[in-house]
């Protein structure tokens, strides 16, 4: 079994920052692309930033140059860097990850953290 596990989240007045990080556990064989996405309330699920195992990265246009992911592949963990923070940052930040384990290679998810920016 794989699982990622989501830490990092909470409560920021505008203008701050959080990081957020993702470690993957379990019979991890492989760790491919990685990402964070978000989903406010009343909102569908959106991409936030994705990194390949090779370090390519690709940011929606409404975190670009304020979010940055990175990642540890000898931790198998993502991390997601957020500076100058809005309120409508708030969500619940989901990490997703493509895995391959000896058997079969899944794109797994997180539980969530919850972000909360006040104004």
């Known amino acids: 079994q794989v699982q990622l596990v989501e830490s990092g989240g909470g409560l920021v007045q505008a203008g701050g920052s959080l990081r957020l990080s993702c470690v993957a556990s379990?019979?991890?064989?492989?760790?491919?692309?990685m990402g964070w996405y978000r989903q406010a309330p009343g909102k569908q699920r959106e991409l936030v930033a994705t990194?390949?195992?090779?370090?390519?990265?690709n940011y929606a246009d409404s975190v670009k140059g304020r979010f940055t992911i990175s990642r540890d592949n000898a931790k198998n963990t993502v991390y997601l860097q957020m500076n100058s923070l809005k309120p409508e940052d708030t969500a619940v930040y989901y990490c997703?990850?493509?895995?391959?384990?000896?058997?079969?290679?899944?794109?797994?998810w997180g539980k969530g953290t919850l972000v909360t920016v006040s104004s």
């Open positions: 997703n990850a493509y895995i391959a384990t000896i058997t079969h290679t899944l794109t797994y």
């Open positions: 379990g019979s991890v064989f492989r760790l491919n692309a």
């Open positions: 990194i390949t195992s090779g370090g390519s990265t």
